[in-house]
């Protein structure tokens, strides 16, 4: 009797993904608002770099466009509510170690700008799998979002609460002051299996608030 050989089926291939640093300044400037000499990671030819861009300011303005390094991002999500807005931002970018990160917005004086950067090797796909955002009342910001076997999910958001923001489903990184009660928070993971519609939240008391999230995969 011959005995036919047993294939396993191959496992997802898996991103490297690393949360860098995150920055933060208090200064008024329309237009946009240039944080300098961000720390990006160790250099590599296929490195892209994500940016969850924060803005607080006039009601009806939006940040607009994002480039990190002196390279234009591509737009993954932007949200805005209550004169805050977040978003997902990714470029390629493989030389250097830091670089200036630029956050444009439509109208107005922004007050408040962020920035949280994820150095991602590995052959990232340029668009993402999936995107949810988040701006109305009650809390929790709740944001459906599906990820590929493999992939990772990435969500960040302003509010007011002088509480503390609450995630469930991925693991918060940080949730801190940027002026008096505002608030900024964000958080992560990488996921082995396949996500869908996968609730994540972030339970606080503020009713105004902008969260966005995004899921990227291999390419």
Request: proline share 3%; with cysteine.
């Amino acid at each position: 009797m011959s005995l036919m050989p047993i294939f396993s089926p191959a496992a997802a291939a898996v991103l490297s993904v690393a949360y860098v640093t995150k920055v933060k300044e208090v200064t008024n400037d329309t237009t946009s608002h240039t944080l300098s000499s961000v720390a990006l990671g160790a250099a590599a030819a296929d490195r892209q770099i994500l940016v969850n861009a924060y803005a607080s300011m006039d009601a009806v303005a939006i940040i607009t466009g994002v480039t990190i390094g002196g390279v234009s991002a591509t737009e993954f999500v932007v949200n805005n509510g209550g004169g805050k807005s977040s978003g997902f931002y990714m470029a390629s970018v493989p030389s250097g170690t830091t670089g200036d990160i630029v956050i444009s917005i439509n109208t107005g004086t922004g007050e408040l700008w962020g920035a949280a950067v994820y150095r991602i090797t590995g052959g990232a796909a340029t668009s993402a799998s999936d995107t949810a955002s988040y701006n109305t009342s009650p809390s929790p910001a709740t944001l459906t979002i599906s990820c590929p076997a493999g992939g990772a999910i990435f969500a960040g958001g302003l509010h007011n609460d002088g509480g503390t923001a609450v995630w469930a489903e991925i693991t918060e990184l940080w949730d801190e002051a940027m002026s008096g009660a505002q608030k900024w928070t964000g958080a992560w993971d990488e996921f082995d299996t396949q996500q869908t519609d996968l609730a994540v939240t972030a339970t606080l008391g503020s009713v105004s608030m902008s969260f966005t999230a995004c899921s990227i995969e291999k390419a």
